[in-house]
């Protein structure tokens, strides 16, 4: 085996080795399929719960061991959920500071259709620029300036 050969297949271990798990794993957002839905302190349901979650909440996963999901939500707090009470996500939470506006277009100049507060879920339906298109459990639809909301 030639040396050109021999590093052109240690580059590849390496990228499968290291790069291609990176990318595999880029953030994932997941949301909570239904209500009172336990967060524990360990991946088992042997460990304390720690929080209960709602449907639709969003979450970014850090890490999995087994059927189990390492998760955190809008104000860093961490812990595990069983894999099979999420879905991908398809939410997000206003995080604005108290309350946010939700607008009819993608403008601040557009007229304000409701207020938003702070930890509210929301569907998200599309994006324009920095705008988030999203829809209010009781059926209001409007935009929302995407760094007011999380993920």
């Avoid at 939410?91 to 506006?101: C, D, P």
């Avoid at 601040?108 to 620029?129: E, F, H, M, N, P």
């Amino acid at each position: 085996m030639n040396y050109k050969h021999c590093a052109h297949t240690i580059g590849i271990i390496l990228i499968v080795l290291f790069i291609i798990p990176v990318v595999a794993f880029a953030e994932q957002i997941v949301s909570v399929k239904k209500d009172n839905v336990n967060v524990r302190t360990g991946p088992g349901t042997d460990f304390p719960v720690y929080m209960e979650l709602f449907k639709g909440y969003p979450l970014k996963v850090l890490q999995k061991k087994g059927d189990w999901l390492q998760i955190s939500d809008f104000e860093n707090d961490k812990g595990w959920i069983y894999g099979k009470l999420v879905t991908p996500g398809s939410t997000v939470m206003a995080n604005g500071k108290k309350t946010i506006n939700m607008r009819t277009k993608a403008s601040t100049d557009a007229a304000i259709v409701a207020t938003v507060d702070r930890g509210v879920v929301l569907t998200k339906l599309s994006t324009q620029g920095k705008w988030t298109k999203v829809k209010h459990s009781q059926g209001t639809i409007g935009w929302i300036y995407s760094s007011l909301l999380w993920p």
